[in-house]
């Protein structure tokens, strides 16, 4: 969405694909309900569209966020925030500090996409599997998508696989690697009175503590606070159960994770039911349409961005996208080996240990709005994206409200010259 949109802004014809009947992903499919990586603590690091998607969600009641005010380390703000899920998720320590990330709707998610590329006159094309790449030489012409009609082909000039497990890139014959993480079903429980359950954690906390581990015991797995506030009252957001094991791209596997987490939903709705105060009404409200997939295919780009990278907050001179302290080359969105291709999103071009630390939301947004820009200044200048000056994707970023990493921030190190783009490989402009 964030690719087609920026594309579109920028003067493009855009067709996007989708094969299921909305928009959004894991963002609003797969009810991956908090936008996190938006800040490194000191400085907000995602603009654009991702930030206009908050503002568009807030004003219809459908986005929540602490306020400038509550954002530090306090047993006060832990208590008002932490049950939102808006907090330093990698920060050590028990409480964490209350951070600028924004609880939201799914389905207010479908529709602000809808208006945002209905506005831009963005041809939307749903129910449209992509199958298999057009190709001529080692360029990508198009694609062809399954539909109830029969195969469709689609044509462009430039192609941005967005699709997360990167299926355009390796059906063109890109290089990969074969990623894994845990998968989840997410769900919302409804009916639950959550001012109890606060009440119930706050008065009597070892035993809220211990039917909290024996719930999450029942999951087979989860992050400590398995239950979390939505902008819908009575409606909490359960971000498990965690399934190590499953190939994020396999039907037979998908299928036996679907069955053992609805398996794991019903034993756990069963016990807090019982015996969780706040919970005995609780029914499932849904089970996400879309299985979680955290990690599968990761394209080998012309930089593979590793853990080092992330965790010392390596900066590139041809940063387009930043996440929460990390910055990420254009180059891990060029795959080897295919032209007119980017890729955007979770599927990017870093080892499997660096994607776990870099593949929130608003990062991937960030890295489809310079796809999108950097999609048009190939067809503007009429060469492959791979020869596109990251400086011009850095500027028209900048002019749409986005930050592209351009500037470092004083935490941020210079990545080491081998690091750095080949002087040369990118066209002089
Ligand atoms: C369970 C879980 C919990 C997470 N928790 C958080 C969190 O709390 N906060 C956070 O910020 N991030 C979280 N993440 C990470 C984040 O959700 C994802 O990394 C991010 O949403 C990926 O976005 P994407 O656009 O790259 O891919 P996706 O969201 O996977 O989007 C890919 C899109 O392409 C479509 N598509 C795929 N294949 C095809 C095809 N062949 N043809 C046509 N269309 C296709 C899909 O239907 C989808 O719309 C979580 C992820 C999971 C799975």
């Known amino acids: 969405m964030a690719a087609a949109v920026s594309a579109a802004r920028n003067g493009a014809s855009v067709t996007l694909l989708e094969r299921y009947a909305y928009l959004g992903g894991l963002a609003s499919g797969g009810m991956v309900l908090v936008l996190d990586d938006f800040t490194d603590g000191a400085e907000i690091t995602v603009g654009g569209i991702a930030q206009e998607m908050v503002e568009r969600l807030e004003a219809i009641g459908l986005a929540v966020y602490p306020p400038v005010a509550d954002r530090s380390l306090s047993e006060e703000m832990w208590r008002r925030w932490s049950r939102w899920g808006l907090f330093d998720l990698y920060a050590k320590g028990s409480m964490k500090a209350i951070v600028y990330a924004v609880a939201f709707d799914p389905d207010g998610w479908k529709r602000v996409s809808n208006y945002l590329l209905e506005e831009e006159g963005v041809n939307v094309r749903l129910h449209s599997l992509y199958t298999s790449p057009i190709m001529e030489g080692d360029a990508i012409t198009g694609v062809i998508c399954a539909t109830k009609k029969g195969p469709q082909a689609i044509r462009g000039e430039v192609v941005i696989d967005a699709s997360g497990d990167a299926d355009v890139a390796a059906g063109a014959g890109a290089s ?254």
Not at 188 to 214: K, M, Q, W
């Open 176 to 429: 990969y690697i074969s990623g894994s993480y845990m998968v989840t079903t997410v769900f919302r429980l409804g009916n639950v009175d959550t001012s109890s359950a606060d009440r119930f954690e706050r008065e009597r906390p070892a035993e809220c503590h211990e039917i909290n581990r024996a719930a999450r015991r029942i999951l087979g797995g989860s992050w400590a606070l398995w239950w979390l506030k939505t902008p819908l009252p009575g409606v909490v957001w359960c971000n498990c159960p965690h399934m190590s094991g499953f190939d994020g791209i396999s039907p037979e596997d998908l299928t036996e994770a679907d069955r053992q987490g609805r398996k794991r939903i019903a034993g756990l709705v069963e016990y807090v039911r019982g015996h969780y105060p706040g919970f005995e009404k609780a029914v499932v409200v849904d089970v996400a349409p879309q299985i979680g997939v955290r990690q599968s295919r990761l394209i080998e780009g012309d930089y593979v961005v590793s853990k080092h990278d992330v965790v010392n907050r390596l900066h590139f001179s041809d940063s387009v996208a930043r996440g929460r302290g990390y910055y990420t080359p254009y180059r891990a969105m060029l795959p080897k080996g295919v032209e007119q291709l980017l890729v955007a999103g979770r599927h990017y071009s870093a080892t499997a240990e660096a994607q776990r630390l870099s593949r929130e939301i608003p990062p991937c947004m960030a890295m489809g709005e310079a796809a999108g820009v950097a999609a048009v200044e190939a067809l503007e200048r009429g060469v492959s994206p791979r020869q596109v000056d990251a400086a011009a994707i850095q500027r028209r970023l900048r002019e749409q409200g986005a930050d592209p990493g351009d500037v470092p921030s004083p935490r941020a190190q210079p990545a080491p010259a081998e690091a750095q783009p080949a002087r040369g490989t990118l066209a002089a402009r």
